[in-house]
């Protein structure tokens, strides 16, 4: 992501912002919000005289208008950014018109910037390497490879040959060689990952049939494969080998010491109402956040909250699993510095 700053007001002000690749996307999906005044040049029919009169040929041209955004959402099959609301800078103001944003199109975003949308801004700036990165887990008779995005990992391709161990030496050939064929068309870093020695056969294989590659892979050892390796690889820390700023590992660390604590009975707080509390009493010490909660107007004033009390906040991908198991708390939940008892509650309200 590139942005060009003007001067912000009390972080009031535009920015503009040229997203480079679909990641960029996601990270304009929460950095947009209703109610702010997004900009683009987009296409729109002009109407003329001549058009009025054979309207099957009406052109559309290259127009740039402001929008008040009503909805925004990334759909990452297709790698685009649909923003949508009412015209309110350009022709046909009043008009309802959607943005559809791809990587390599430039908006302008006017709004008032929180502390944490300039911490996106900025992580999306350094972030140049996380598409780079694939994993591949491995077991007998099956690969899956898997993309590593900021939002999480993206699965990619699942390779069985055979029906594992009965498929004899023939069949992991087969698999090996496939595989592989596979690998050579990644240009970045690559993880092995895997339970057993099919791994080490692999890594035997690759290194007589394409030795060059060898230097590109990681090799790692989990309980598991598919989603589950790749949570494995991202909680053991071994990306760090890899990117020095990786918000997927953050995430998973987080919320297993969220985890731990509640099989401790160690102070934690989940839900928006409870987490409410623990922020107006300024025991929360970190908050987790669901990104689908960020455009709740609820969420967002406990977080406006929680900057006050110096509270660290994390924000997790709902595409990944420590985000899915964080929305099914209610979204929201703290680490907290000491338990709550009822009357400090009480005294708060």
Avoid at 80 to 106: C, Q, S, V, W, Y
Avoid at 108 to 131: M, N
Avoid at 328 to 344: D, E, M, Q, V, W
Wanted: proline share 4%.
């Amino acid at each position: 992501m590139k942005a060009e700053q003007g001067e912000l007001k009390r972080g009031y002000g535009e920015i503009r912002l040229f997203p480079e690749v679909p990641d960029d996307l996601w990270h304009l999906e929460h950095l947009i919000s209703p109610g702010d005044l997004v900009f683009a040049t987009t296409l729109r029919t002009a109407d003329t005289p001549q058009d009025k009169l054979r309207p099957e040929k009406a052109e559309k041209r290259p127009v740039r208008i402001g929008i008040r955004v009503e909805k925004v959402s990334f759909h990452p099959y297709t790698n685009r950014l649909r923003i949508g609301g009412k015209i309110e800078h350009g022709p046909d103001m009043g008009a309802h018109h959607t943005f559809n944003i791809d990587a390599g199109t430039e908006i302008s975003v006017i709004k008032q910037w929180s502390r944490l949308d300039r911490e996106r801004l900025e992580r999306a700036e350094r972030s140049t390497t996380f598409g780079a990165i694939h994993i591949l887990t491995l077991e007998e008779g099956e690969g899956q490879i898997f993309r590593l995005r900021q939002f999480g990992p993206e699965w990619v391709e699942t390779i069985t040959i055979g029906s594992g161990k009965g498929a004899g030496t023939e069949g992991k050939k087969v698999l090996f060689e496939t595989i592989l064929s596979r690998l050579a068309l990644i240009t970045g870093h690559i993880v092995l990952a895997g339970p057993g020695f099919v791994k080490d056969d692999f890594i035997r294989f690759l290194k007589e049939k394409t030795p060059d590659l060898r230097d590109r892979v990681l090799v790692v050892e989990t309980r598991g494969t598919g989603r589950g390796g790749v949570q494995e690889v991202i909680g053991q820390g071994v990306l760090e080998q890899l990117v020095g700023d990786l918000q997927l590992q953050r995430e998973v660390r987080v919320m297993e010491e969220f985890l731990t604590r509640i099989s401790k009975g160690e102070p934690i707080a989940y839900g928006v109402r409870e987490v409410e509390e623990a922020v107006a009493c300024g025991a929360a010490d970190q908050i987790m956040v669901a990104d689908s909660m960020l455009h709740d107007p609820q969420v967002t004033t406990i977080l406006e909250q929680a900057e006050k009390i110096r509270a660290q906040i994390r924000i997790l991908s709902t595409s990944f699993e420590p985000g899915m198991q964080l929305e099914s708390l209610g979204g929201i939940a703290a680490l907290l510095r000491y338990h709550l008892s009822r009357t400090t509650i009480q005294d708060i309200r």
